[in-house]
């Protein structure tokens, strides 16, 4: 399997359930990120993780709790979301080129559409 | 802050004609880098072409080309020879330097719709 992947695809979720969003990338990069986009607004950056550390976190809610247990996983904890919280959310790696790589180029999963009931 | 603005919300394009779609950038840094990704209904971010603050020519990638105005702040792509398949949205993005990781900042996006 090749680029990134994410599960699920699609997630219908009531406000008090727990879930979590899984990406996998398989490019050999040390960052990774994950993407909130809702309707009509830009791209909006949540997390990011180099070598899996958190350098990033952009104001997030703590109903997103972010793990990166290896440079090739990335996970988002879901809990008591909001029906605001619906949106795609994408996952994209890159080599950090603070740790020697070459290119910055962020490629990114298909994402997983969350509804919030 | 750096920020990314795309004037266009929509365009149309004949199939086999060519389109520009506008991205201007506003940005205090010396050397950045600025992106342009499609995507389609799907969802997935494809990524197409990139253009260096330093790099004196522009960037081209097939059918797709980066013209790049330094002094007019101005990044836009131009798709030549349309196809049915470039029907998508379109962001354009700035790399914007961290200590320890990059982040990109991208516009609102076109939709562009390629008619037969």
């Known amino acids: 399997e090749t680029g990134v992947t994410q599960t699920p695809r699609h997630l219908v979720m009531g406000m008090t359930n727990k879930k979590s969003l899984k990406c996998e990338q398989h490019?050999?990069?040390?960052?990774m990120y994950w993407y909130k986009q809702s309707a009509k607004k830009p791209l909006e950056l949540m997390f990011v993780y180099s070598l899996e550390e958190r350098v990033e976190n952009n104001s997030v809610p703590s109903r997103f709790s972010p793990e990166c247990p290896n440079s090739s996983h990335l996970f988002l904890h879901l809990h008591t979301l909001q029906p605001e919280d619906s949106a795609l959310y994408l996952c994209a790696s890159s080599q950090d080129r603070a740790s020697g790589g070459s290119t910055d180029t962020q490629y990114f999963g298909p994402g997983t559409r969350l509804t919030v009931l | 802050a750096q920020k990314i603005t795309q004037t266009q919300p929509g365009m149309f394009v004949q199939e086999k004609e060519a389109v520009t779609l506008d991205c201007t950038y506003d940005t205090s840094d010396q050397s950045y880098g600025l992106f342009w990704y499609k995507q389609p209904s799907s969802g997935e971010m494809i990524f197409l072409i990139y253009q260096g603050s330093y790099d004196e020519q522009n960037a081209t990638e097939g059918r797709y080309s980066l013209n790049f105005q330094k002094a007019r702040k101005s990044a836009n792509l131009v798709i030549s020879a349309s196809q049915l398949g470039d029907s998508a949205m379109y962001f354009c993005?700035?790399?914007?330097?961290?200590?320890?990781?990059?982040?990109?900042?991208f516009g609102k996006g076109t939709k562009l719709t390629v008619n037969p």
């Open positions: 490019l050999g990069h040390n960052a």
């Open positions: 993005a700035m790399r914007e330097r961290r200590l320890l990781a990059e982040k990109l900042v």
